[in-house]
């Protein structure tokens, strides 16, 4: 399902989500990627999960607020330190696989086939770069907070935050890992032919 | 166009961040003034920029921003950094039962100064001064229905957040809701919330006075959230000794200005233009007695919390900062008639009491 | 480098990258840690990504977000749609093109259900241009209607785009969503007038053939409606407990969703598979939207720490510019920008620009909401780069060109110069119904 955004791809469901294992970009040829489907499925179940308990502890909390003046305390906290960023991140590396992740279709089709694989090089390497700038950074901040306990101030007690730090240089990393392997099996296979 | 911040040879220009939106007192007045006055009396040579609204942090990662010197300064709450600065906290998570916030503001800014190394050592750590301290002005509820007892606040939703606000609200009976200070005005519309505990000033800035017609009229506590002047430590060491000079008196002008400025005139100020123009009334509490009684209970409870929630973090001896404070509080409670509402008086004796007993080199 | 230059240059950065076809979040946030970097020193650039992915992220009032996807989601896999648009059809297809006003309407009552207006045409597409087609109606009629008619969705809450505006121009979001409701409607109406209007003029738009069968049945009718009526009552609760200050938009977002998943297990419309790929949608859509998100988060930052904000707002200062020049200025940027680019990065690029102007200026913030909102849903109809029409074309294949799909929209385009107009002369369409709330 959609965001208002989606890659200009023109596919039947904007993200491409519907179709979990066929017509992907990867398609499975790239063997250098495969072993790396296990963690990303595992991740993205995990963004299900937290899906599912931030719209079942929301609930809870306002029908216990305005029905019974029982508020589910530290929801606020958990919902956002805990189901946002696992939603947020997750994903990430599932995405990759699927190409989703949202660009802009301007000029590239008026490109000759060389000029589509430089500008298709270019892209990736400029998204590595940046993935890797975050992995590093985020790596490093969820070192410190874990060290520092991490915590934030809710109704009545205090909420370890430091863990859903990890999230993060993990998502990247991934999502790192996913592109480099692709990008060399692309290299291979273009030797190749 | 103008100069931009950074490595420029003759005027350095340092970015000030606040997460306050633009027209509040602090950003409107306080912060301009002295900004002013520093660009003024150092011919220039410093000049501080202002960027209001959150646009470079939140309250959570100004300290982030400060370390890492995104921001030169910002304005730094301990009690959303329990675990960075627990020793500060431990004097910012006290409840003062005072109504008087240069009191509290004060003794609160002499604790962590002069009486607690812990303090100004975690900040040294996240590579901080820690400068102009204040507390906010007492904390009221305010409800949509009149409240003049405990029993009437049973089972009343109302916004609190923290830890000490909310168990002071859970001991009425009522129920403590978490809400943003935005997400409450909607909520206060239709009954999601029937109160609101804190500061007059909010039926204003956030348009509470719209839904809220009653404020119960007995004072339950002031808390400290704030440093106003949390400067990044490179920043403060490549400050010549003068300069240093007069940014602690500036810091104690800030302190009274907020103090005053902020959480006295302007508190009385909003209290007038909600009776006034919206209707606010004042209810008087059937027994005073029984709000007296919540607040001893609370502050028996709170020394006791207070203290094992800093051990938690690792604070050595809690105990003594908590009485240190309460020792300050009491002294600038005698002080306090000689400076009355006047923001100068106030500055200079925060300067006197307070900063100039500080070596600004190894500060 | 002084103010101006260092915003102009990494504005050209950033379409270079855009053009390069990087992916959208990526360009942002390596123009904002180059941009630091020069301003500042690494330290610090390095010290941006450290922070503000996380605190963009865990964020209270951003859960808005997947739960709104959640709803959507739900309702668009349990089927309700397919309900919604056979009971619209039953009720108004006997009118002149009414298969067309049927999916127009039935594109606002699911936008009523769903945050993003893509979702909205890609579940209308499947139901209705197949059955439009199947009665003869024009190809460029039958896929205009359902890619424009998507864009409703944006505007009726709930609505992704007003949740990202309220956040990033610190604008309350229920008075963002309350503000939608009349805009859309509007919209609607102007839209069904249009289709009505030709279809009476061009019969062959739309042929008589088979209204009958639309005429007759009287009992299918209300049992149609009365599959919808659920569908109705939480839409009337999200926006009612939105209105009337019950529930935050978080709130209503989660509770619409787990109401949508009840509605859907009662009716026997959902098992177990169908929620957990609602969900896995929805989070998908989500982290996209993150993705771009905090590169925004980190680009607004690096204006605002440029200092380019200031300039354009004293620019203007100093021009002392007619609201109205304003207005006509950023309609021409956004027609321009919608072009080429995905909403998402208009709508986040443009914030830091526009909205300092129109603070100068003491402008209704809502109301440049709802405008900024309108024009980023005609830059969703709009050649070269259409979300909504290579959609419709995605889900029709090869019955229908692209370029019949395009031109199907101009109609609806033509519409929203008047639509527009009225938005604009007009802020009270925007700003009345917030303004009751208080
Ligand atoms: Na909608
Ligand atoms: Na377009």
Redesign the interface.
Known sequence: ??????S????????G??TPDGGRPDDGHNRLTRWLNPPIRVS?WV??L???L??????V??LG??LF???L?G??EF???Y???A??????A??ALND?????????RMLSPRGRFL??L??KL??I???A??TW??W??AIQQTE???????????VA?WP??WL?PFAGALMLLYLVLRLVGDALRVRRS | AAPLASDDAQAKELIYGSWLPQAEYTNAVALPTIFEEIKKETDGEIEWRLVPGGQLANP?TTFDAVQNGLMAAGIGIP??V???VPASNTIYGTVQFGTNPVVAGAAATETLTLDCPECLAEFRKINAVPLAGWTVSPYYFACREPVASMEELK?K?VR????GN??LV?MTGA????A?LVEAVSLLQRG?LDCTFGVVEWLRTFGYADFVKNLTNYPLGMTGPALGLLINRDVWDDFTKEEKILHLKKAAWFSAAQSIGQFIDNEKKALEWAQKEKGLKLIEPTDAGEFKKLTEDFDKIQRQRNIE?AKG?GVKDPAAIIDAYNKNYAKWEKLAPEIGTDIDKMAEMVWQEIYSKVDPDSF | MDTITVAVVSLAVLLA???????????L??VS?GGFWILLNFDVA??T???I??EF????D??AI??F??M??IV??SGISTALFRAARLWLGGLPGGLAVATNLACAGFGAASG????AS?TMARLAVPEMLRHGYDKGLAAGVVACGGTLA?LIPPS??FVLYGIFAQVSIVDLLIAGIIPGILTAIVYTAMILIRCRLNPSLAPEQGREEFRSNRRERWTALAEVWPLMALILAVIGGLYGG??SP??A???G??VA?MIAVLQGRMKLPDF?????????????????GMGAVMYTRFLAFSGAGNFLTDTIGTWAVDPILLVLALSIVYLILGM??????ILLITIPVFLPMFQALNLDLVWLGVIMVKY?EIG?LTPP?G?NV??V???VGDRIPLETIFKGCFWFLACEVVIMALIIGFPEISTFLPQTMR
């Not at chain 1, 200009?8 to 993200?15: I, K, L, Q, V, W």
Request: aromatic share 12%; hydrophobic share 50%; charged share 10%.
């Open positions: 399902m959609a965001s208002d955004s989606i200009a791809s023109g596919r039947d469901t904007p993200s989500l519907d993205l963004a299900i937290a899906g599912t931030m719209m079942l502890n929301v609930t909390d306002v607020r305005t003046n029982l508020p305390p929801t606020t919902v956002s330190a189901y946002m960023v939603a947020a991140y997750l994903p990430w599932w995405l989703d992740h949202i660009k802009v279709d301007l000029f590239t500008q298709d270019f892209a400029a998204t770069l940046y993935l700038i975050f950074q985020a490093i901040m520092k306990g991490e915590v934030w101030e809710a109704a009545g007690f205090y935050v859903t730090r993060l | 959570k009690s959303y329990p675990n960075l089972g939703r609190a957040t923290g830890v909310t168990e859970g129920t403590p809701v978490a943003t999601g929630t973090f | 990258l855009l053009a390069a076809k990087v992916p959208i979040g990526v360009a946030g390596l840690f390095l010290s990504v450290r922070t992915p996380y992220s865990a964020n209270w951003l859960t997947p739960m996807l959640l959507g989601a668009n896999q993003s207006s893509v979702a890609a944006a992704i785009l019950i529930v978080t709130e977002g989660a509770g969703a787990f998943l957990l790929a609602s969900v896995k949608d929805a989070m998908a859509a989500t982290a996209q939207i993150f993705f771009v080429f680019l995905d909403p998402l990065g980023i969703l780069v979300f290579y959609v074309k995605g889900v």
